[in-house]
């Protein structure tokens, strides 16, 4: 989703050096900057007096001075940053927080062990699997320590659970290879990891007792996490993931020959959608490499979600796209992430005060700032649990989609907020839910199916199936928004962006709403209550009217990143240009020169494999300004 722009009239399209004709239509030039004008020196001044004051709003409600701080005093933990208490009355982080320093040993463990055995033995032994190309099909040389070291951190975690793990992951991996490749299989897979989900509700993790009286003694050895069916969700997409990807490589079996189809899997891949979507060496898919996948330990508990067939892809081939220097920078992020959280904790208490439910006190303007800290809170706390594991990976060598890619404040367009809130699953969804049940041709009643489907994976309550329903609802309005604004007669004036910010505006706060019903809790509704009231009036209508100022920095901000790629694909385009040039002239003083040299040539017809390379990233990066409540 790109931004709308107020200068749209001026954003003629035009034709980048090393592109096609048919790239033409879905490009423009970035438009003029607004930063320095005198409209975004008043919103300057904007942010300067309201945000501010929106923290030392929020700190002063949370003060122990206040009388409502003996209600909720008792969710709050003692804490360690400017002599105040944290807030630790989220169950999820309290137990992350608190296991941190085990989990974070343990990974290192993991890391330094298994890149000491790469170095050793690994290497020589895949060295022989290289030299013969038959072996290279199998059980992969590099999960032999991801294996072993996989079942003993998930007994250590799940104690004599493990054994309702190894059953239900079994039963998946006999469907997949018994059915696979057969027209109805993906019903019975998805009909069987649904009755898993279900199941694992209905009997909380299962219980020994419950089946033989004699062997209740095994209910008192459940490792760390007791309630290993909480995490299995993750499992359970990993699981669907193995079903689907040897699903469709059986299914290729029957219109393209095996020696192609091996011909790709053993080629180093060349993007990460090559890697998820060529399929794996028949004998790839065994039980060992998929232990080895849904165990796999620095992802096991959150994800971020990767397919089968791009852990298996670099088992074989690391990612070259991570470094040394890449991972520290990301382990110095996720570390300012987590003391940004402490200092939030200590400072602001909205989980507790929401917990609390009692808003008879708190003015309008203090509910509204809680519910968006609120929801702020949940933001931060699913980024850096997110990371972590994200940094673990990496540090190993596998690369991972990156869950948050944007800010939660940094998002007006409903479609894009799901595209960069927990990124790994909205691929994980399009790929095994939305394009195969008929991707955009049936998106009219395929969204509410996938959300659906979302808030069913999540939790067994009403309240998240109707938060999912709100939420595919949503995607009608903003989906005849810009059906309607996106036409030329609209983006062509000035004030097409000021257009878009009242849409955006609506949209955020629709999105605010639809989120505090979904994750937050009793409490939320009588916060709700309170702001939508009539003394919450003005309230509001001012709050509308400073989203709309949010609303055109963030536009802004969009096209300066729009900007940068531009220019960074004309540059590589001229670079293109000057060798290709270089490549006719030597192709003219040499008529032995290839003929697909001289195909180059900006006059030719045909473009090289360079040129349609790049107008494929060009295109997906350079589309038409749209509507803000386009997604």
Known sequence: MTVPTSNAASAQSRVLPGTTEQSRRKMRAPTPSLLGTFEFKVYYLVYLVVVPNMFYTMYRASSPNRPEYEGYERELAPGWMLGRKVDLSDGQWATFRSHLPTFAASMLLYVALNYLLRMTVVRKVSSEFLRTPALIRGFLPTLWFPFLFATVFAVALSGTSIVFILALTFGNYLLAKQLGGRQWAPALFWIYNLAVLFANEHYKGYEFGRMMESLAWLDEWRGVLRRWDVTFNITMLRMVSFAMDYHWRVCQERVTSVQQIDAMAAASPKSDKDRVEHSCFAQDYCFANYWAYLLYPPLYLTGPIISYNSFISQMRYPSPAITLKSTLTYGIRLLASTLLMELVLHTVYSVAISKWGQWETFSVYEISLFGYMRLTFIWLKLLIIWRFARFWAMADRVDTVENMRRCMSHNYSLQQF?????????????????????????????TFVVFTFVALWHDLTMRLLEWAWIIALLFLPEGLATWYFGKPRWTRKPYFRFICSLGGALNIIAMMIANLVGFGDEGVVKMLSKIFSRSGLLFLTVTYVLLNVHLQVMFELREYEYRREYAAHEAEAAQWEMSSAGGRSAGASNPSAPADIESTGSGSSSPSP???????????????MQSSLNP
Do not use: F, Q
């Open 610 to 624: 360079r040129t349609e390379s790049l107008t494929k990233r060009t295109a997906a990066t350079s589309k038409p």
């Open 418 to 446: 799901w595209r960069d809130w927990h990124c790994s699953y909205n691929k994980w969804l399009v790929r095994y839910v939305y394009i195969p049940l008929g991707g955009r041709k049936t998106s009219s009643w395929n």
